[in-house]
């Protein structure tokens, strides 16, 4: 009795410590400019709980031109192990090189907070086993909007299914 009672307690201590592999991919819809340039300095997810805390994934940080991933295309931005069971959400932490190219013309690309508190995405999806991977649609056409002569990034990110 004694001996099953410790490998039930082994067992269940080796299963609160379980990780599954997690795969995070960019793509983008087409949208009628030259580039769409986003500073992409860190990923960050939340495991199991809206409360739970940020967990920093090792992410590829660097100006991605969104353009360059339509139709179809991707690029891996982070790939590791983490805790097994929901997740909840990602978070983009952007930095300040966004820009966007529109005739020739190079101009900044405003991202109102998202250098401070990033641009969250709930994705709410259990974890399985095997690898976990997740195309996240950064949809330039619907995120980039002309105002008072400049140009602004209202984010829209989906989980393409």
Do not use: H
Request: proline share 4%; hydrophobic share 40%.
């Amino acid at each position: 009795m004694a001996a099953l009672a410790c490998s039930l307690l082994l067992f269940s201590c080796k299963k609160e410590d379980r990780t599954v592999p997690i795969q995070l991919l960019l793509t983008d819809n087409p949208i009628n400019l030259e580039e769409v340039n986003v500073d992409i300095q860190g990923l960050q997810v939340k495991i199991n709980s809206d409360d739970a805390a940020w967990i920093t994934l090792d992410a590829k940080e660097g100006v991605y031109n969104l353009l360059d991933y339509q139709d179809g295309i991707t690029t891996v931005m982070a790939q590791e192990e983490v805790p097994e069971g929901v997740l909840k959400e990602v978070r983009f932490i952007l930095g300040t090189e966004n820009t966007v190219k529109v005739d020739g013309e190079v101009y900044p690309l405003t991202t109102p907070s998202a250098e401070d508190s990033g641009l969250k995405v709930k994705i709410d999806k259990d974890l399985k086993e095997t690898l976990n991977t997740f195309i996240l649609d950064f949809d330039a056409a619907l995120s980039v909007r002309e105002e008072n002569g400049g140009y602004r990034l209202s984010p829209v990110i989906k989980l393409k299914e």
